[in-house]
């Protein structure tokens, strides 16, 4: 195992946020934002801000998905937590197969179980069975509901303006004390900490303009402990390959496991907000593929543009499939 410092950053979230998903479906909200998302909105201060947009929107580094952290308050430690990956070696004992619905629940671990689980090894045996209360798995002392969810009544307007106002609901979710979402940066971050400076006064997610989704941004270092060297990998981002042949290559194997979303939804740039995004699917953060990898590792299309066909070339819309991988062991 080696030490590897990580440039990080905490988002503190000061208002409630909506993350919605390719459903449209206000009534639920996800917890967490994926780093394509979170890159896009980068891009688009940077618009906002009259700075010149990199080539293929490229901000000169990579991004990882959001994950969540507990903090009591601003003077004590974070807690940050990882996903636990889609592939793990899990236990074969009889009572082992009594608790896999406690296991299952299991979604999140902080960074010591993070680095055992990429290491090989087996976290759920009988002694860390015991402690499995919910989706996350940490020896810290937390509040196990620091993320909640709250359900508002609203009305939506057409966006074309030819229907009727409609009732719907929307589930905002509210991050406790000083918790809220943190990622990972890799590369030059000139441009980034620009865009933040932005985007944590315009917010993110749905319904800006009521309040959601402002935050405040700290960076910060995070020392993990990860493996020298592994021959799979697990995405920290969302992930779409540079070609069939990278991909190929990825998928050639048995231990593997993986997931991917749709992504695309509505551009929010007027006067085009009534236009939908071409549509692309991505790999998910915590997919594990085959790939040697010493340290993190960067593999994906950062040059995906969904505009769709009825607009010119002169406004593309681009979406990072580029992401962090980091090396796992599997027994």
């Known amino acids: 195992m080696a030490t590897k410092t990580l440039n990080i950053y905490k ?34 201060c940077l618009a906002k801000m009259g700075k010149l947009i990199p080539e293929k929107g490229d901000l000169g580094c990579t991004i990882s998905s959001l994950f969540p952290f507990y903090q009591k308050d601003k003077g004590t430690n974070a807690v940050l937590f990882f ?13 082992a197969v009594e608790e896999r619905k406690k296991i299952k629940k299991v979604a999140w671990l902080d960074a010591n179980y993070f680095s055992k689980i990429l290491s090989g090894n087996q976290l759920f045996g009988e002694e860390t069975i015991k402690k499995l209360d919910g989706e996350y798995l940490t020896d810290e002392e937390i509040d196990k509901h620091f993320v909640s969810s709250q359900v508002s ?5 057409s966006r074309t ?4 106002a409609k009732p719907f609901y929307m589930d905002r979710v509210i991050f406790k004390d000083y918790s809220g979402l943190f990622f990972i940066a890799e590369g030059d971050i000139t441009l980034l900490e620009s865009a933040l400076k932005l985007l944590q006064s315009e917010g993110i997610g749905t319904d800006r303009n009521v309040g959601n989704g402002y935050f405040e941004y700290e960076p910060a270092t995070l020392e ?66 085959k790939s040697s990898c010493k340290g993190l590792e960067i593999k994906g299309r950062v040059d ?28």
Not at 22 to 34: F, H
Not at 83 to 95: G, H
């Open 11 to 44: 988002l503190h979230f000061t208002s409630p946020v909506h993350l919605g998903d390719m459903r449209d479906d206000y009534g639920i909200s996800l917890k967490t934002i994926t780093s394509d998302t979170l890159y896009a909105a980068l891009i688009s």
């Open 83 to 95: 996903p636990k990956p889609l592939k793990q070696t899990l236990p074969t004992s009889e009572a």
């Open 153 to 157: 009544a609203r009305v939506t307007v």
């Open 161 to 164: 303006g030819e229907e009727d």
């Open 224 to 289: 993990l402990e990860i493996p020298e060297r592994a021959n799979y990998v697990m995405a920290l981002s969302s992930f779409v390959p540079e070609s069939k042949e990278q991909l190929q290559n990825m998928l050639d194997s048995d231990e593997i496991a993986y997931d991917f979303q749709r992504r695309g939804g509505w551009i929010t740039t007027p006067p085009y907000n009534t236009l939908r995004k071409n549509v692309i699917h991505a790999f998910t953060a915590a997919s594990v593929f």
């Open 304 to 331: 995906i543009n969904l505009r769709p066909d009825i607009l010119s070339d002169k406004h593309p819309i681009w979406r990072c499939g580029r992401a962090l991988f980091i090396p796992i062991k599997l027994n």
